[in-house]
């Protein structure tokens, strides 16, 4: 068990000023809907869940998030996304620092091939042109926050791929930690871990919570329950995947609304 | 019955390695038995003499290199450009059709017979640019002859390339030619490299494409400009005693000659081999 609190359960509900907001965003690849009008608010220093069954578009919702679905010249989004209430499909938006404000991290680790210190150092050296004797101590920071510098801090010039899948996944935490984004956008992080690795990762997150706003996708609803503080929950209407409900995790998790929430809330074990 | 067709297919199987083994060793081993007999170090390192059937082959094994080297500095950028455009700037579903149009366009001109790029070369550099026969000139030919082989290997190196590393290079903020520069050609490195030496191994060994443009039989010496400025080279030094001569100390010189040309492309797939290896041995682990 987490020796942490339930985020869901400790924290107030007090609304602020979002620092992430989805606002109608619909999403079509050549034509077909994929997503529906989708409305969203990501505090800062707060955990949102997102939920869902497969192909509700959850981890393409997260692309939107950061713009990283512009990879797919198909898609195409609607309605807007605003970071600090500026849009971030703006024409003048400058979509590489966009990203490095919103950092992400996907189902399957990705290690670059190269040293544990290289893969940290990946895209800080080159989005922020880190000078080289800042080097040593961004990599100790970063892997710190990562929780992974007590087990590397003797092999830093090690292959990354020779750690175990658990770690290489807190070793692509540094490397977007060490650029020092504002929001982490985490895509089923704990999907390909061991239980014990889970356990650590989701440790992570409730102390990362403490400086940025996160937004996890999972398919675990105790997950969810542990760490995030609400919660928003994508269905599938018409074959389009669409936002059903949305809150706090207590309320959206032990009253919900709507039938499809209940059915997928009966599936998963909780 | 299935086991009986199972032992024909692996005889079938057997018997056409074995065939190929065997033509490329008794080509190989001609080659070389007919040549021992002026092969040896002055033969390498001496100039021809007797008007190019007697003495040793040095110019031509230079000449070899320079126009090899040069094809390898005209295709390299335009190949990685060519892969680049493919890969990366042609992605998506909008580019279908130009893609299909790059890739009819390269293999229709890994399909040009090499004696048309002979004689385009001519009529381009040496009539239009008043050139002459020039070396740069059978480097570009050369370069533009290996230009569709080495273009494809490295569109497939990088189509097979593992979509998740430019997302997360992306996701950390680094722009497209960053992508491109950090994580698309280090790691598509070896399919370039593969690609070229393999190209630059069959461009060493053509004759057509510098026969009109680039190479004399005798006479050049390193070439001092551009213009008029020939070189000799094995392929054409090989063709031209092949046709010409009876005597048969020409004809050891010609084997000796091509028993080092052999070596040279030998080399040259070789030096191929560790980078092939090595991304074998990246297939397999990923």
């Keep these: ?19 992430l907001a989805a606002e109608k965003l619909s999403v079509s690849i050549r034509g077909r809907l994929l997503l529906r009008a989708v409305d969203l608010r990501i505090e800062p220093r707060r955990v949102l869940g997102i939920l869902g069954p497969s192909g509700a578009g959850k981890t393409t919702l997260l692309r939107c998030l950061n713009r990283l679905s512009d990879l797919v010249p198909e898609l195409t989004v609607a309605g807007d996304v605003r970071l600090h209430g500026k849009s971030i499909y703006d024409r003048t938006v400058d979509v590489d620092a966009l ?32 000078p080289r004797r800042a080097w040593a101590e961004r990599v100790e920071r970063a892997l710190r926050e990562a929780a992974l510098w007590n087990e590397v801090k003797d092999r830093l010039r090690e292959p990354a791929a020779r750690l175990s899948v658990g770690q290489q996944q807190r070793l692509c935490l540094a490397r977007v930690l060490a650029c020092e984004p504002e929001i982490l956008l985490l895509d089923e992080p704990t999907s390909s871990l061991d239980e014990r690795s889970t356990r650590e990762i989701e440790e992570l997150i409730l102390r990362l919570r403490e400086r940025h706003a996160i937004v996890l996708v999972t398919h675990n609803l105790q ?11 994508l269905g599938v209407r018409d074959h389009v995947g669409e936002l059903i409900e949305s809150g706090r995790c207590c309320d959206v998790f032990d009253q919900p609304r709507t039938p499809e929430l209940a059915h997928f809330l009966s599936r998963e074990p909780r | 019955m299935r086991k009986g067709l199972d032992r024909a297919f692996t005889v079938c199987a057997a018997a056409c ?72 700037y042609l992605d998506g579903h909008e580019n279908r059709r130009t893609r299909r149009w790059l890739f009819a366009g390269l293999y229709a001109a890994n399909s040009i017979p090499s004696v048309l790029l002979g004689i385009a070369g001519l009529i381009v550099f040496s009539r239009w640019l008043g050139w002459g026969k020039s070396w740069l000139a059978g480097g570009i030919l050369l370069g533009l002859m290996i230009l569709p082989t080495v273009s494809v290997a490295l569109i497939e190196r990088l189509r097979s390339l593992p979509r998740k590393y430019v997302e997360a290079a ?29 190209g630059l191994a ?19 010496g390193l ?19 092949a046709q010409d001569s009876l005597d048969p100390a020409v004809q050891d010189h010609l084997w000796g000659a091509a028993a080092v040309l052999l070596a040279l492309v030998l080399a040259l797939s070789l030096l191929a081999l560790p980078v092939r290896l090595r991304i074998h041995e990246e297939a397999k682990s990923a």
Excluded: K
């Design chain 1, 1 to 19: 068990m987490l020796d942490v609190e339930p985020q869901g359960e400790t924290l107030d509900c007090e609304a602020g000023e979002p620092a």
């Design chain 2, 202 to 220: 069959r461009a060493a060994g053509e004759t057509a494409p510098i026969l009109f443009a680039a190479a004399v039989f005798s006479g050049a």
């Design chain 2, 170 to 198: 992306t996701g950390l903020g680094l722009s497209r030619s960053q992508v491109i520069w950090s994580v698309l050609l280090p790691q598509s490195l070896g399919g370039l490299v593969s690609g070229l030496l393999l």
């Design chain 2, 17 to 88: 390695a074995a065939v190929v083994c065997a033509l490329v060793l008794g080509i190989a081993g001609a080659i070389v038995w007919r040549g021992m007999a002026v092969l040896d170090w002055r033969f390498v390192s001496r100039l021809a003499s007797g008007g190019g059937g007697a003495g040793g082959v040095l110019y031509e094994i230079l000449g070899t290199v320079i126009l090899v080297v040069t094809a390898l500095g005209v295709c390299a950028p335009l190949a990685v450009g060519v892969a680049l455009a493919e890969a990366v």
């Design chain 1, 99 to 130: 990203r490095t404000r919103i950092g992400m991290i996907f189902q399957q680790p990705v290690v670059f091939p190269g040293s544990i210190a290289g893969n940290v150092l990946f895209g800080v050296r080159r989005t922020r042109r880190l």
């Design chain 1, 223 to 233: 997950q969810a329950r542990r760490v995030a503080f609400s919660v928003a929950c």
């Design chain 2, 223 to 241: 070439p001092a400009g551009v213009r008029d400025s020939p070189v000799v080279a094995l392929p054409y030094h090989i063709f031209v005693l």
